[in-house]
Nanobody
């Protein structure tokens, strides 16, 4: 089982920025897609962004395109989610996922 650890959540104002980080094992980092999901209160967990393990291609939910960027630091086995121009509707717990393993999540709260 891969251990994933997220960090970087917190409180931001609308229009502000936060960067989330997720670290995993070197093996998982090389083999699997790395994904960020989020779950708002009372709502389902949804995919926000993904980066492929093989070729670094990225995908984004329509709601975050142009505002969020997912990228890797291969030397550190880290994946990041840069979140710019944050909106109150981005408030959620954000989870990192690799293969079938999940992190514990980090809270992001955006005030109007």
């Amino acid at each position: 089982q891969v251990q994933l650890r997220e960090s970087g959540g917190g409180l931001a104002q609308a229009g502000g920025s936060l960067r989330l980080s997720c670290t995993t094992s070197a093996r998982a980092f090389a083999l699997y897609n790395m994904e960020w999901f989020r779950q708002a209160p009372g709502k389902e967990r949804v995919l926000v962004a993904a980066i492929r393990g093989v070729n670094d291609d990225t995908d984004y939910a329509d709601s975050v395109k142009g505002r969020f960027t997912i990228f890797k630091d291969k030397a550190k086995n880290m994946v990041y989610l840069q979140m710019d121009n944050l909106k109150p509707e981005d408030t959620a717990v954000y989870y990192c996922k690799s293969g079938t393993d999940w992190g514990r999540g980090t809270q992001v709260t955006v005030s109007a």
